[in-house]
């Protein structure tokens, strides 16, 4: 879907008018009816209000044109739940929501997230626990909070 559609869709889902949601926003009535046209595109500043408006990430608003991926513990955020928040509300697009969460990490080390993995993932190729804390540190020590 693209961003016109889904600006659309969340203005007509919240019923909204153009004008109320340019009042929310801070932009003109035609301002919205050409991001929905196609003919323009929200700045950044406006995809974080309009994030807010919608309670949305603004991966979503763009119409997920990537995979985000967990910085910490390294799973994919399929879904804006899964994505953590701000104390001041807005998404956090770089964590989990188990991984980060009102400002705070939830794992103080990378060893308490190792032990965390290896106490709790699946292990159905019963490979022994070094092995397995190696594997994950390795994947870890790639994701931008452990580098």
Same mark, same amino acid.
């Given at each position: 879907m693209e961003i016109q559609d889904i600006l659309k869709n969340l203005r007509e889902k919240n019923k909204l008018t153009q004008e109320q949601l340019a009042e929310r926003v801070q932009v003109t009535r035609q301002a919205v009816s050409r991001w929905e046209t196609g003919e323009t595109q929200p700045n950044t500043d406006t995809l974080k209000l309009l994030s807010r408006v919608f309670d949305v990430s603004i991966n979503t608003l763009l119409g997920s044109p990537r995979q985000l991926i967990c910085q910490c513990c390294g799973m994919p955020l399929n879904e804006d739940g899964q994505i953590s928040r701000e104390p001041d509300g807005n998404y956090n697009e770089d964590y989990c929501t188990w991984c980060y969460t009102d400002g705070k990490f939830a794992y103080q080390s990378k060893d308490s997230l190792l032990d965390y993995l290896v106490a709790n993932m =699946?292990? =159905?190729n019963n490979i022994d626990e070094?092995? #397995? #804390?190696?594997?994950?540190d390795l994947y870890l020590s790639q994701l931008k909070h452990w580098k």
């Open positions: =699946p292990n =159905p070094k092995t #397995r #804390r190696d594997q994950f």
